[in-house]
């Protein structure tokens, strides 16, 4: 069986998955644009007997908006993960994955709240890395 590693920006926090990743949940609503800063969250559900925590279970802090939405982060470096959790399924940021999904993006939930500014401008430029604004034609 196929397993996936996982961890937050600071390495406090790391899980495991086993089984096959059968996509990625992008949502675009305004809560899960603020708590990400960018677009929204990439989420993958995977049911909890095949998620496990190697370290920093303990290591995270939770903020409650309302009952039905909360948001958990690493208590050090401040990395959304998981996101939320129900009684069968643990919601996993898909951007903490250390090793590939092997899967794409499956579903845009909450696109009427999508940022107006997402998407690509006529002419945006696709870089392997870093690039600075003179490199940018204008
Ligand atoms: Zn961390
Ligand atoms: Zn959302």
């Known amino acids: 069986m196929s397993r996936r590693k996982g961890s ?3 390495g406090a ?6 089984g096959e990743i059968d ?5 675009h609503c305004s809560n899960c644009r603020k708590a990400s800063g960018g677009t929204g969250n990439a989420i993958v ?3 909890r007997e095949r998620f496990h925590w190697i370290t920093g279970e303990d290591h995270r ?10 948001i958990t982060r690493c208590k050090t470096c401040g ?5 939320e959790e129900d009684e069968s399924n643990v919601y996993l940021t898909a951007g903490t994955f250390d090793d590939p999904l ?10 009427a709240s999508r940022g107006d500014w ?3 401008m006529q002419g945006a430029c696709y870089f392997d890395e870093r690039s600075l604004p003179s490199d940018t034609p204008s």
């Open 8 to 10: 937050c920006l600071c």
């Open 13 to 18: 926090l790391t899980y495991e998955v086993e």
């Open 23 to 27: 996509g990625v949940w992008m949502c």
């Open 45 to 47: 559900i995977v049911k």
């Open 61 to 70: 802090t939770t903020y409650a908006l309302r009952a039905t939405y909360s």
């Open 79 to 83: 990395t959304p993960l998981p996101a």
């Open 102 to 111: 092997d899967a794409g993006i499956k579903n845009h939930i909450f696109c």
């Open 118 to 120: 997402d998407f690509d």
